[in-house]
């Protein structure tokens, strides 16, 4: 059922079902505003920083604040590494990437006190350097957040700025629903592994019942006869005896 809320963008009445304001004609997407993708905080439609992305189709909106915090480009960093031979520390500049491009590639560099030439590697891992994976802008990774991976694997890193109480409480809960959800795991596991072994169990029994009924039947039989046999001869040692 529809209902009436403000428009973010001039505060005018809309039904939830409208396509735009009547007010302002802000389209359905901006009358209740955009969130910004660093602080998750609501903002007007008009007063965001749009990013837009061909390839999906999809857009992403700053505050202007936000958006001037997270967005400074790292160009150039040195980068210092020992020399293999004479421990000499050399330094070289690389060049950074742009969002969710991978930076993989060797550096050659001769030693500047003894000239041995080496190389160095740079990969994802040992990049000091990565994406927020929140806004997608660089970070330092040493002076950022690690956001723990509940599925295990790599963690992640995100600005402090981007890293809001709301998205702390996001990943608590999801941690919580994951090990609520392996430990439920484990318990059906074990649930099914114990019917599995009782009606294997009960499986042996009733394989082994008929022939344990018949061996305990002519047990008992050849007992029985056994006791006839005896007195038998018990009766004839006493008949002979008294004659």
């Not at 059922?1 to 389209?27: F, I």
């Not at 040195?78 to 060797?106: A, D, L, M």
């Not at 795991?185 to 114990?194: F, L, M, N, Q, V």
Request: glycine fraction near 8%; include cysteine; charged fraction near 30%.
């Amino acid at each position: 059922m529809a209902d009436l809320s403000n428009c973010m963008e001039c505060g005018g009445m809309v039904s939830s079902e409208a396509n735009q304001c009547p007010h302002c004609k802000t389209s359905r997407d901006g009358i209740r505003g955009v969130k910004c993708h660093v602080c998750g905080g609501l903002l007007k439609f008009s007063e965001s920083i749009k990013r837009y992305y061909d390839d999906d189709e999809k857009s992403e909106f700053f505050h202007h604040a936000c958006y001037q915090q997270v967005s400074l480009k790292i160009v150039e960093k040195n980068q210092t590494i020992n020399c293999p031979v004479c421990s000499e520390p050399n330094h070289f500049s690389y060049g950074r990437r742009e969002r969710n491009w991978r930076t993989h590639f060797k550096e050659r560099i001769n030693c500047a006190k003894c000239g041995h030439p080496y190389e160095y590697e740079q990969t994802e891992e040992n990049d000091p350097y990565t994406n927020c994976m929140y806004c997608g802008f660089l970070l330092e990774k040493n002076l950022e957040v690690v956001v723990k991976n509940p599925y295990g694997g790599y963690d992640s890193y995100a600005h402090k700025l981007c890293y809001t109480n709301e998205r702390q409480a996001e990943q608590l809960r999801l941690k919580e629903y994951l090990e609520n959800s392996r430990k439920k795991s484990e318990e059906e596991t074990r649930i099914k592994k114990k019917k599995e072994a009782d009606e294997k169990f009960e499986s042996k029994l009733r394989g082994a019942f008929w022939p344990g009924l018949f061996m305990g039947g002519l047990s008992l039989a050849m007992g029985i006869w056994a006791i006839l046999l005896f007195g038998i001869l018990f009766g004839l040692y006493l008949i002979i005896g008294n004659e």
